[in-house]
C-alpha cells in the first residue's frame, strides 16, 4: 500500500466512523456533521472527495436515520463547510481548526434554520416569523458549537496522532519533475 493510498484511507475511515456516530444515540443536534465536512475539505487534496465523502456520509446515514424537508438546506450547509475546511488547509493549528469549527456552526445554523423558515411551514413567512424560528433554534444551537468542536478536536486530533504514530499516514510533499 503506498503512502498516499493509506493515507486516502485512513481519511476515508475517520469519516466513515464519525459518520456512524451519528447512529447512536445522541443530544439534539450533538453530532460529528460539520467536523466531517470540515475534515474533509482540510485533508482531501481533491475537491471531488471533499465534498462526496462527507456527503456521502452524511445520505448514508440519512437513509437509516430519515429523510426530512429542510434536507437540502443541511446538504448545502455540509457543502458550505468543506469550502471552510478546504481555506484553513494550508495551516492547520488547534486555533485555526476551533475557528473554523465555530464558523461552520453558525454557518450550518443560518442556513438551515433559514430553510426550516422557508418550507417546513412552522413558521409565518414574515421578518418575525424568520426571527421566531432562529429565536427557537438558539437552544440547540449550544449543541451544535459542542459537537463541532468535540468531533473536529477527536478528527483533527485523532488523524494528527495517527499521522505522528505512523509516518505512512504523512502527506508527501509534491515530487519537482
Known amino acids: 500500500m503506498t503512502t498516499n493510498h493509506a493515507r486516502l484511507t485512513a481519511i476515508l475511515v475517520a469519516i466513515v466512523l464519525a459518520a456512524a456516530l451519528r447512529l447512536v444515540p445522541h443530544p439534539p443536534n450533538f453530532s460529528p456533521v ?11 487534496g481533491r475537491r471531488a472527495l471533499a465534498f462526496a465523502a462527507p ?33 484553513v488547509r494550508s495551516r492547520l493549528t488547534p486555533l485555526r481548526i476551533a475557528g473554523a ?11 438551515t ?10 413558521y409565518p413567512q414574515t421578518l418575525a416569523g424568520l426571527v421566531a424560528c432562529y429565536v427557537a433554534a438558539i437552544p440547540f444551537f449550544q449543541n451544535t458549537i459542542a459537537g463541532d468542536l468535540f468531533y473536529s478536536a477527536l478528527l483533527f486530533g485523532g488523524f494528527a496522532l495517527a499521522e505522528w504514530q505512523l509516518p505512512m499516514l504523512r502527506a508527501q510533499a509534491p515530487r519537482m519533475a
Open 113 to 122: 434554520n433559514f430553510g426550516v423558515w422557508l418550507i417546513d411551514g412552522m
Open 34 to 44: 460539520g467536523a466531517i465536512a470540515l475534515f474533509g475539505g482540510a485533508y482531501f
Open 101 to 111: 469549527a465555530l464558523a461552520s456552526s453558525l454557518l450550518f445554523f443560518a442556513l
Open 55 to 87: 456527503l456521502g456520509a452524511l445520505l448514508l446515514s440519512d437513509a437509516i436515520l430519515g429523510f426530512h424537508s429542510a434536507m437540502a438546506f443541511v446538504y448545502a450547509g455540509v457543502a458550505l463547510i468543506v469550502l471552510v475546511g478546504w481555506a
